[in-house]
């Protein structure tokens, strides 16, 4: 049982319009959620974070909301560019839930000049 | 970037024999991870390790073993490949846990691909 998942396994956007990917969560002892990015051959970079205190955190064209009462993390890109075209992965973790990190399935986000 | 290599970068075996793969890191941190990348499941942790000598399983560590008998060097073995095993590995490393907005960064290496035949 997925603990965190991405429901949209891909999605389109055209550039310089806005790219929303979106993560649920089923484990109410997950208190810090990140998104990862992720290149065809190439690892996992981290993008951006957030703590279970903030509901918005903000970095240039990337910010990451999180409504605790929905179990749900988001991750706006604006605007979006064609480097932007990755897989992107949501994570969580939290002291009381082992410390490490559990992710999402991915999305694979597309953007077409 | 952070200095993570994984060797072997690709691999073909065949079901039953043994493959080892490698991690190593220049950065002297602390801890280091092997996960497994699969489609519609996203990154899963297999083992991690805390310290030399000190490993923990993850969330899916059957059929897996780990060593660390360096700090540069994490090793994940599969002691008799299955089909199941095919999939890409990573490897990543962070200088302490990853939980909480304390917590450190984790960074990956490029990753292996393994397939058993």
């Known amino acids: 049982d997925q603990q965190v998942k991405q429901n949209s396994p891909s999605l389109s956007v055209q550039e310089g319009r806005i790219s929303i990917l979106n993560c649920d969560y089923t484990?109410?002892?997950?208190?810090?959620f990140l998104w990862y990015k992720k290149y065809p051959a190439e690892g996992p970079t981290f993008l951006i974070s957030?703590?279970?205190?903030?509901d918005k955190n903000e970095d240039g064209r990337f910010t990451v909301f999180l409504n605790k009462s929905a179990k749900h993390l988001s991750l706006h890109i604006v605007p979006s560019q064609p480097g932007d075209s990755a897989v992107y992965f949501c994570?969580?973790?939290?002291?009381?839930?082992?410390?490490?990190?559990?992710f999402g399935g991915g999305t694979r986000l597309m953007v077409k000049p | 970037d952070a200095g993570i290599t994984q060797s072997p970068r690709h691999k073909v075996t065949e079901t039953g024999t043994p493959v080892t793969l490698r991690c190593h890191q220049t950065?002297?941190?602390?801890?280091m991870y092997w996960y497994r990348q699969d489609p519609g499941h996203g990154l899963r942790l297999i083992h991690y390790?805390?310290?030399?000598?000190?490993?923990d399983k993850g969330e899916v560590s059957d059929g897996y073993s780990v060593s660390r008998s360096k700090t540069e060097d994490f090793l994940l073995t599969l002691e008799s490949a299955t089909s199941s095993q095919t999939s890409v590995y990573f490897c990543?490393?962070?200088?302490?846990?990853?939980?909480?907005?304390?917590?450190?960064?984790?960074?990956f290496g490029p990753g292996t691909r393994l397939t058993v035949l």
């Open positions: 994570a969580a973790s939290g002291a009381n839930a082992g410390n490490m990190l559990t």
């Open positions: 950065e002297n941190h602390r801890y």
């Open positions: 957030i703590s279970s205190i903030k």
């Open positions: 390790s805390y310290g030399v000598k000190d490993t």
């Open positions: 484990n109410s002892m997950f208190d810090y």
């Open positions: 990543a490393i962070s200088e302490s846990i990853p939980s909480g907005p304390y917590g450190d960064t984790q960074y």
